[in-house]
Every structure is written in C-alpha cells, then in structure tokens.
C-alpha cells in the first residue's frame, strides 16, 4: 500500500465493531443517491462479490469514477496507524478512538476522471453510503493523516469541497524533529493533485499555523495557475510581499521526498 509505487487512491475507514455491518446493493445506491440533486444524476452500480460479517469485497461505480471496496474484521498495521493516525492533528481522544478500532474497509480509486478533487468527492461519497454509528476515522495513508467521521460525510459538505478544498482532511502537516525545539513541517498528499509537496525548518520563534497558511497558498499558486517551480525560484507570498525561495531537499533528508517530489521553501530577504 505505498502510494509512491500505487498511482490510485486509498482511504480506509476504521470501524469500533469486529465485524461489518455492510448494507446491500439496493440500500448502498439509495446512499449514494442522497448525494444527487436537480443538476447532477449519477450513474450508479454496487457490485458484492462476498458480503460477509467477516469479510467484503465488491465495486462502486459512479459515472466515470471507479472504487473497489474491500473489508477485514481486524485492526491495521501499527505501521499504517502511525503514519496517519499518530501524525494527524486531531485532540488526542479522538486520536486515541480511531486507534482503538477492531476493523477496517479499504477504499481504492481505480477510475479515470482527470480531476483530482472530483476523484476525491467519489471517494468521500461512498465513504458516506457505508458510514454508521461504528464508524470511528477516514484515514489517508498517502497524505500520512486521519481524521474522525463528525460532518465530513454529510452530502451537504462533500458537496462544499468542490469550492474549497479541505486542506485539514486531504492534506498531512508531519513534524519531522531535528532537536526537542526546531523541527521539519512537511506536506504529505500534494501528490493527489500533481503538487509538489513543501517543507520548511521551524524555528523556535515562528507559528506553525502561519507556515501551513504559506503552504496552501503556494499550493494554490502552482494548482491553479498550473506552474511548474523548481528550485532556485523565488515567490513573493501574503499581503506584505514575503520573499520564499524554492530549494532542493538535503540528500540525507530523502525520507521527506513526496511521490511527486517535495521542494524546501525558505524565507530570504527583500534585496535577494
């Protein structure tokens, strides 16, 4: 399941019951259907191969989206929790909660839309359709994050990523150490949308929150205006002009690499 070597998609739902409470075909497409309204009709079909208390598998089509569903009555590996439980920035009891789950349904995007949001909305939307009150987390293991069910599954707010995209959901912020105050912050899921991934050394003085506003703006920048930024660039950022330069990763910090490479943002003065 590593996503540098896997192109598709993957989230995994967590579940506190060891066992699976999976609705039919004709209850799954009245799920999904909740999602319609007057300007959209999708074209839907549920497939189950094995629909078991202990094990599932089957396929979910909407239009031209393509997910392939799969479910065991056990947890996942401490590796997969660590990476996106553990790294998520969610209080710890909830944290602690989706830990604690005791099974797990896979959900693998094998279509070809040529949006990644759209691709991410069909993926949300069937979470939706098998959501229940067992229902503890959606992880990301290739944006190395989790996060708990809340309202993020309502139509209504999948909808809403069409507009904005949930930076807080789809993107991981990992904080890779360098001593007990300074530390990396890197983006981990750019690669969902063709984006480098960014990283930047924290001082002990500066706020991670105005470090993670820089990432989503540059985010935006290269998405949108469908830039390509390699190293030796420079970018001005915020209302007051702040100076970024773009540099390579440090050889001996490949570990931080993203699937669609990773760039090192560092502030410079206005005269370079």
């Not at 997969?80 to 995007?109: G, N």
Request: negative net charge.
């Amino acid at each position: 399941m590593d996503q540098s070597q896997n192109p598709n998609l993957i989230i995994l739902l967590v579940y506190s019951a060891p066992y699976f409470s999976v609705p039919d075909e004709k209850t799954l497409i009245g799920r999904l259907g909740s999602f319609e309204n007057h300007q959209e009709t999708l074209k839907m079909n549920v497939t189950w191969h094995q629909r078991e208390s202990d094990k599932c598998w089957g396929e979910v089509q909407l239009d031209d989206h393509h997910i392939q569903v799969s479910g065991l009555p056990h947890p996942l590996s401490p590796e997969i929790i660590d990476r996106t439980i553990h790294t998520s920035r969610w209080q710890p009891q909830i944290k602690t909660a989706m830990r604690q789950h005791q099974s797990h349904i896979s959900l693998v995007y094998t279509g070809n839309h040529p949006d990644p949001v759209e691709r991410m909305i069909s993926l949300y939307l069937t979470a939706h359709a098998f959501e229940n009150e067992n229902l503890l987390g959606i992880l990301n293991l290739g944006a190395w994050t989790a996060h708990p069910p809340a309202d993020f599954l309502t139509p209504e707010k999948i909808r809403s990523y069409r507009q904005t995209i949930p930076f807080n959901l789809w993107v991981g912020y990992v904080k890779f150490f360098i001593d007990k105050e300074h530390y990396w912050l890197v983006t981990k899921g750019h690669h969902i949308f063709d984006v480098p991934d960014l990283a930047y050394a924290v001082q002990s003085d500066e706020n991670p929150e105005d470090i993670i506003a820089n990432f989503i703006n540059i985010f935006y920048y290269i998405y949108e205006k469908d830039v390509f930024v390699t190293a030796g660039d420079t970018l001005s950022i915020g209302a007051k002009g702040e100076k970024l330069q773009f540099s390579e990763v440090p050889a001996e910090m490949d570990y931080i690499m993203g699937p669609s490479g990773t760039l090192v943002i560092e502030k410079t003065s206005p005269e370079a």
